[in-house]
């Protein structure tokens, strides 16, 4: 069998009841002990007007990252791309590669990373873009990061600044399959976000994914790739880390019912679960329990299940905490139990 890689995505949390300016530290320090740790990316999340989150430019923290630690690929997980100029965004993107060669992912994703009120501002003047048109930003997305726009193209003969930068590496996110079909016809990546709400997501999602795939011509990635995004928390005990996890997952409430705030204290967490409605306790319950939460060798025999059900070798893993040094303990025992460093 070969053996599994580890990755991150890091939503950036504000940590501690800090401030988000905080978070973003945190985040560089996260990255850092990542690299030394031996995982093999770390995705930087993107969120607007979002008090628990701290990144809303994600292409700014990859700069950052990469300049700060030595072998690690540093990307996006993802940008959003119905907020934004395709060519803008391949611009940023050959920038960094340029500055960071063979370092660079670009994962982007239509979700919009918000609430309704920023994605407005974010297209203000305009207005937002609609999900019909989201094909057409891909498609432009992917000719312009490839710096290799079609013959009969709107903006065909346009180069992308800088012309010599190899293109990033490409992949779209998403937690069910209706990604799968545009990711196969434009030779991008696939990451299934399993992390993101608790139905069931089928094997076949990946597995009708390669069987679409048409590589790009140019492209480095001439066969299909794909990886799975779990939730994972590790702690010496099981009992501790479904504590741990209770933050996160009453964020996860509260959001659903329009309430934005900050990650509160797992025990406090535990407190107020009690004073939740029963539908609303019901959702804590499924949604923690959607999480891999338990001792470093538990989580990995959980992770090794789920990359042999959707036959990947990459599973990229998200933990958000209360406390930061609960959430780094968490990736250094899991970086053990697998052995990254071997």
Same mark, same amino acid.
């Given at each position: 069998m070969t053996k599994l890689k580890l990755s991150v995505v890091d939503q950036s949390p504000a940590h501690d009841?800090?401030?988000?300016?905080?978070?973003?530290?945190?985040?560089?320090?996260?990255?850092?002990?990542?690299?030394?740790?031996?995982?093999?990316?770390?995705?930087?999340?993107?969120?607007?007007?979002?008090?628990?989150?701290?990144?809303?430019?994600? #292409?700014?923290?990859?700069?950052?990252? *990469?300049?700060?630690?030595? &072998? /690690?690929?540093? +990307?996006? @997980?993802?940008?959003?791309?119905?907020?934004?100029?395709?060519?803008?965004?391949? #611009?940023?993107?050959?920038?960094?590669? *340029?500055?960071?060669?063979? &370092? /660079?992912?670009? +994962?982007? @994703?239509?979700?919009?990373?918000?609430?309704?009120?920023?994605?407005?501002?974010?297209?203000?003047?305009?207005?937002?873009?609609?999900?019909e048109s989201y094909p057409d930003l891909v498609e432009a997305l992917v000719g312009f990061a490839d710096n290799q726009i079609p013959d009969g193209h709107a903006f065909s003969g346009l180069q992308v600044t800088p012309t010599d930068s190899t293109a990033p590496e490409l992949w779209t996110l998403g937690s069910a399959a209706g990604s799968i079909e545009l990711a196969a016809r434009y030779g991008v990546g696939f990451?299934?976000?399993?992390?993101?709400?608790?139905?069931?997501?089928?094997?076949?999602?990946?597995?009708?994914?390669?069987?679409?795939?048409?590589?790009?011509?140019?492209?480095?990635?001439?066969?299909?790739?794909?990886?799975?995004?779990?939730?994972?928390?590790?702690?010496?005990?099981?009992?501790?880390?479904?504590?741990?996890?209770?933050?996160?997952?009453?964020?996860?409430?509260?959001?659903?019912?329009?309430?934005?705030?900050?990650?509160?204290?797992?025990?406090?967490?535990m407190d107020l679960y009690k004073q939740l409605s029963p539908s609303d306790q019901h959702t804590f319950d499924i949604t923690r329990d959607s999480m891999i939460t338990g001792t470093p060798e538990y989580c990995r025999g959980v992770l090794e299940q789920q990359a042999a059900f959707y036959d990947v070798d990459e599973v990229v893993v998200v933990a958000v905490t209360h406390n930061f040094e609960k959430r780094r303990e968490s990736y250094e025992k899991l970086a053990q139990a697998f052995d990254l460093n071997a």
């Open positions: 009841g800090n401030s988000q300016t905080h978070g973003l530290q945190r985040t560089l320090e996260l990255a850092k002990t990542c690299d030394e740790l031996g995982y093999h990316r770390y995705w930087v999340a993107e969120h607007h007007a979002t008090p628990s989150y701290s990144s809303p430019c994600p #292409e700014i923290v990859i700069g950052q990252i *990469a300049a700060h630690t030595k &072998r /690690i690929k540093v +990307g996006s @997980g993802g940008i959003m791309l119905s907020h934004y100029s395709p060519y803008k965004v391949a #611009e940023v993107f050959r920038t960094l590669e *340029a500055f960071f060669p063979g &370092r /660079i992912d670009l +994962g982007f @994703g239509r979700a919009p990373g918000g609430a309704e009120l920023p994605s407005r501002a974010l297209a203000y003047p305009n207005t937002p873009v609609s999900r990451v299934l976000a399993l992390f993101i709400g608790t139905h069931e997501r089928p094997a076949e999602i990946i597995s009708k994914y390669r069987e679409l795939f048409k590589p790009r011509a140019g492209s480095l990635m001439q066969t299909p790739q794909a990886m799975i995004s779990s939730a994972v928390i590790c702690a010496d005990s099981s009992e501790e880390a479904k504590l741990l996890a209770a933050s996160h997952t009453f964020w996860k409430i509260q959001a659903s019912n329009g309430i934005r705030e900050g990650i509160r204290p797992p025990e406090e967490c």
